[in-house]
């Protein structure tokens, strides 16, 4: 989950010390600068780099790079030349032990076949207000050459994957959760692209990126009140829909079908 800063005020005559220069430039107590940093890292796909976190967080460079040296030293985060990321104590940030263990545990063979049969890395994520919450990433050593990590928070509308599962909510449910996000034309735009996606029953398709070169397709997976998840495949190069579509629609059926296998979808039931 996304942690929340807490404001910190320090009584007058308390005599507490001085805040150094950082500190009076970037007026947050620790908790407050800590809390930026870690937010950061998990509503990112991957690995930061300094300037990331001082872009994403506002910090000053040495103030950033003060607490992600005391974080490193905690097991937060981790360090090498690509960069920082979340480190072994991480885990708590991103959930409860064993939270959407259920649609994990169901969707995991699937996952592994569509990797098999495409050779791309294969997503699975879950709808949380405005953010797509990924909850695995399969691929083998493709997975490198993707920048998504199992447990990060990314705007629905930013993925595929996000908009696969918004296009199975109302209008007005976006509208709710990302009108305060996102500028009136971009709402618009979203709200154009939500409804061509219920004609395709909720696929969504990404021709490959013009700076990743990444290319991406998503399909919900549906239940009897809606859609509880999402599966997504993506790869450097092209993901042809034509072919991808079908194969992603059968994989979220069968697991729709583990996962309520008393169930009969019908009509225009994914849609709320």
């Known amino acids: 989950m996304t942690v929340t800063a807490l ?13 150094d220069p950082d500190d009076r430039r970037t007026p947050l107590g620790v908790v ?13 796909p991957d690995r930061l780099m300094l300037e990331d976190v001082m872009a994403l967080t506002g910090l000053p460079r040495s103030t950033a ?20 990321r979340l480190g072994p104590h991480a ?36 709808l949380e207000g405005d953010r797509v919450h990924y909850l695995d990433k399969i691929g083998g050593s493709a997975a490198r050459a993707v920048p998504s990590r199992v ?15 918004l296009a199975c909510r109302s209008p007005e ?17 979203l709200h154009r692209d939500l409804a061509a996606a219920r004609q395709r029953r909720g696929v969504v398709h990404a021709p490959a990126d013009p700076t990743t070169g990444i290319a991406s397709i998503a399909a919900p997976v ?11 495949l993506a790869l450097p190069g092209e993901l042809p829909p034509a072919r991808l579509a079908p194969l992603l629609l059968n994989q979220a059926h069968r697991i729709a079908g583990v996962l309520f296998p008393q169930r009969r979808l019908h009509g225009r039931s994914w849609l709320r």
């Open 7 to 19: 404001p910190t005020t320090t009584p007058a005559g308390s005599g507490a010390p001085a805040l």
């Open 32 to 44: 407050g600068r800590v809390t930026r940093i870690l937010n950061a890292f998990s509503e990112s």
């Open 222 to 232: 549906l239940g009897p009140h809606g859609a509880v998840a999402a599966i997504s």
């Open 91 to 126: 885990p708590t940030l991103t959930g409860r032990p064993g939270e959407h263990q259920e649609v994990r545990v169901a969707a995991s063979p699937y996952l592994n076949e569509l990797h098999a049969l495409t050779g791309a890395v294969a997503h699975l994520s879950v």
């Open 173 to 189: 449910y976006v509208d709710d959760v990302l009108g305060p996000r996102l500028p009136a034309p971009r709402l618009a735009l």
């Open 151 to 165: 447990g990060a928070r990314l705007l629905a509308s930013d993925t595929v994957s996000g908009r696969a599962l």
């Open 65 to 84: 790079f003060r607490i992600l040296g005391q974080l490193i030293d905690e097991g937060w985060v981790e360090h090498d030349t690509r960069g920082y």
